[in-house]
């Protein structure tokens, strides 16, 4: 019943606190009135009582009924209907360009790095429900996954089916990797356009120079963050098959080329990251989140219903009642 009911001025129901002051009074003032005859006895008298004599105290009633009203009315009762209208003013177009080589099948992240990030990635793209996303796969060569598109569950059934083949060629290629995902944006009618360019090793493979991608990039006005992936020293690498098709693992040295990481980064007007765990790789994708915000305009419109007119009305109808009975049926009582 008073769902999305506001009182304008809310201070006024102190006014309240004279309805049991007025009863206080009330009770007094009718103990005074009340006149008294002591006698021995009464049996000379007929006593008799008139219903309507019982009931004066209805006029009272109906009056602090009324006043009760109208302090409520005072207060301004009002219905409130919020509409929102939200736009997106900003939009912000990223392509994610993931390394897919055999050694993201390393271990020293969990359950390795592959599957590590594609969590994490999930829980960023879930978190941009208003920008476009695209994702590159990358490895000797480098293909597009997903074009960009505003379509989450695209995206997302994308991310999932991505994993190591052997259909794409071996090796690194961080410059195709970066090329593609300009590609993809340079026709981009956003405002700002990002790559997230991730990658656990150094550039050994590719027809594209990574810093003639970056060049590109630049040229494009696309930012680029740049993430190394991997912890610090050793890690837990496939190095090859076993007989039976599955990888042999070894303990290798972890090699990311931090340097040029870095510069495309910082030619780009982006940042690098370097992530030993699955803790911080999350914590990047989180910071990334929070430098390339969405600006999103909101307009909210209040439709307010005034809901004391009433109350005013039914105070005063009871008022006119105490009234008319005062002068009418309670007139030899009062």
Do not use: C
């Not at 990574?210 to 020293?233: F, H, M």
């Not at 076993?242 to 042999?248: P, Q």
């Amino acid at each position: 019943m008073f769902e999305n009911i506001e009182f304008l001025n809310k201070e006024l129901f102190w006014l309240l606190l004279l309805l049991p002051v007025a009863i206080i009074w009330y009770v007094f003032k009718h103990n005074q009135q009340t006149a008294e005859l002591k006698i021995s006895s009464i049996k000379g008298f007929k006593v008799s009582s008139s219903f309507w004599s019982k009931f004066r105290h209805l006029l009272f009633a109906l009056r602090l009924i009324a006043l009760g009203l109208l302090i409520v009315a005072l207060a301004r009762p009002r219905s409130v209907d919020v509409s929102t209208k939200t736009k997106t003013t900003r939009g912000i177009d990223i392509v994610m360009a993931i390394d897919v080589s055999a050694s993201m099948l390393a271990k020293d992240l969990r359950p390795n790095r592959l599957d590590a990030l594609k969590a994490v990635a999930a829980d960023f793209i879930k978190g941009r429900p208003n920008d476009r996303i695209g994702l590159v796969e990358y490895a000797g060569e480098a293909y597009t996954k997903t074009p960009i598109t505003s379509d989450k569950s695209i995206v997302l059934r994308s991310l999932r089916d991505i994993r190591y083949n052997t259909l794409i060629q071996q090796g690194t290629a961080i410059g195709m990797g970066l090329g593609t995902s300009v590609n993809r944006l340079k026709d981009s009618k956003a405002k700002s356009r990002v790559v997230i360019l991730l990658t656990d090793g150094v550039n050994n493979s590719g027809a594209v120079d990574p810093k003639t991608a970056s060049i590109l990039a630049i040229d494009n006005g696309i930012k680029v963050y740049t993430i190394g992936l991997g912890t610090n020293g050793m890690a837990l690498s496939p190095i090859g098959f076993n007989a039976n098709g599955s990888f042999r693992y070894s303990r290798q040295q972890v090699e990311i080329d931090e340097v040029l990481l870095k510069e495309i980064a910082e030619d780009t007007g982006g940042k690098y990251f370097r992530a030993t765990n699955n803790k911080k790789l999350a914590e990047i994708y989180k910071e990334i989140n929070k430098l390339e915000k969405t600006e999103i305009e909101e307009k909210k419109y209040y439709n307010y219903e005034e809901k004391y007119r009433p109350l005013v009305l039914l105070g005063g109808l009871l008022l006119l009642l105490e009234l008319i009975l005062r002068n009418t049926i309670f007139r030899s009582f009062v």
